[in-house]
Nanobody, 123 residues
Framework: QVQLVESGGGLVQAGGSLRLSCAAS????????MGWFRQAPGKEREFVAT????????TYTDSVKGRFTISRDNAKNTWYLQMNSLKPEDTAVYYC????????????????WGQGTQVTVSS
């Protein structure tokens, strides 16, 4: 069993920045990939970014490229999402997630999920 606890959400103005954190505990040796997803009201949970545990390769959805950065600190079993130049359309509940495979873009490929943290960007 793996537990994920995320933090760092909040309310910011357009153009501002936030950093989300996700801390994993339990059987963390099973984690090969980490990711971030987001879900706006009435919409499906969508992929944002993913990073490989070993090697650190990353993939992003097009809408956040150049603005968001995913990173990880393996020694701390923690990964992050640095969000810059935030836009109102980034407003959503953000979820961190972990999988046993590696770089994955589909939510169904993830095994463990955090509780979600609200990010609100005002215009």
């Amino acid at each position: 069993q793996v537990q994920l606890v995320e933090s760092g959400g909040g309310l910011v103005q357009a153009g501002g920045s936030l950093r989300l954190s996700c801390a994993a505990s339990g059987r963390t040796s099973s984690i090969y990939g980490m990711g971030w997803f987001r879900q706006a009201p009435g919409k499906e949970r969508e992929f944002v970014a993913t990073i490989k545990w070993i090697g650190g390769d990353t993939t992003y959805t097009d809408s956040v490229k150049g603005r968001f950065t995913i990173s990880r600190d393996n020694a701390k079993n923690t990964w992050y999402l640095q969000m810059n130049s935030l836009k109102p359309e980034d407003t959503a509940v953000y979820y961190c997630a972990a999988n046993r495979l590696g770089l994955r873009l589909r939510k169904d490929d993830y095994d463990y999920w955090g509780q979600g943290t609200q990010v609100t960007v005002s215009s």
